[in-house]
């Protein structure tokens, strides 16, 4: 198995063959999540700590439960109970986290590079599950899994992104693991919600949402992240909807057997009606969900592997 990584802080850093790898791995895991009794104990004896700084239901609750059916020891510390409330700084966090002995520390933040840093200052496995607008490496790992499970391959697609992507590490992620197993990737999005200088990256960019969706094989929805807005970047939700959201009659302009997918939480209605988001013929919304849990146990399974190596070459060079 080839996975060098000591943290999955991005998809920038995996190569294409660590990607298989992860996808492979999680295949399996797949397979064990779908028998009565779902444990393994590849994990036994390990600490994860999940440290969430910005809400999350899905995938908190898919790592915690990827963690527990591994066999760990599983510790959420949601923000609103933390020090850092009371002005602690993440750094300040993160030492105290690491002084209780974690191996596994799942960070999600809402700075970009936030879990970078804290990677930089602790001794144990990070994994990134969302820092601001810049990675969200499990997501992209599970929606390759969802795409090569229902398309039976992870290369030469066509893939559209669609929406908010201006604000959405999950498009970042995507745009680079796709681009990474060489597949055509189409932007379609409002100008006001695309990044600058997108059009360098080597994807192709429309305005126009049933051009952009001409021969699709994905058809991956974004959440308008409003949150992340700080101005009027579009003109009202209705007119977006018109414009941008995916419907039956703009599903059409792409391939008949193209799949439907959203990271979730979904603004019904908004960006995707909701009759088309629970259509079990076009839709893999929910094997998405399915596929986290899966992909999450792989990259945690992989990652502990390459600390208790690190950990035992340690040791070996002590004892010399
Ligand atoms: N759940 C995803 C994220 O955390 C997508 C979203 O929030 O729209 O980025």
Redesign the pocket.
Known sequence: MTFRARHLLGIEHLAPLEITTVLDLADRYVDLNRRTVKQSDVLAGMTQINMFFEN?T??QASFELAGKRLGADVMNMSVAQSSVKKGETLIDTAMTLNAMHPDLLVV?HGASGAVNLLASKVNCAVLNA?DGRHE?PT?ALLDALTIRRAKGRIQRLTVAICGDIAH???ARSNLILLGKMENRIRLIGPPTLMPAGIGEFGVEVYDDMKKGLEGADVVMM??L?KERMDGGFIPSEREYYHRYGLDADKLSHAKPDAIVMH???MNRGVEIDGDLADDINRSVIQDQVEMGVAVRMACMDLLARNLRAERGRKIAGEMV
């Open positions: 999350s899905r995938t999600r969302g969200h997501q959405s590490r999950v974004l959440r992240q990271p979730g939480p």
